[in-house]
């Protein structure tokens, strides 16, 4: 029978890596979520189980605001 008390908690390590890959979700979609104009600390609901995919839902149906961006053809 194992004891489940060995386990321990998280080290160093994996504090860094999880503020890692926090930063490579977090600052790609803040990015784009400020793109389309809306506030980047809406990347947070990333993280948050049903509400991301609600999030994405609504987000995939919302009108976005078009900017007009003038080309230049050569």
């Known amino acids: 029978m194992g004891d489940w008390t060995m386990m ?5 390590a994996h504090w860094v890596m999880f503020a890692v890959m926090v930063a490579v979700v977090v600052y790609p979609l803040g ?4 793109r389309i104009g ?9 993280f948050i189980p049903l509400a ?18 003038q080309s230049v053809v050569k």
């Open 52 to 69: 991301n995919l609600i999030g994405l839902w609504v987000l995939a149906f919302a009108e976005w605001p078009n900017k007009q961006t």
């Open 38 to 46: 809306l506030s980047p600390l809406w990347s947070v609901l990333a």
């Open 31 to 34: 990015r784009i979520l400020g």
């Open 8 to 12: 321990g908690s998280y080290g160093f």
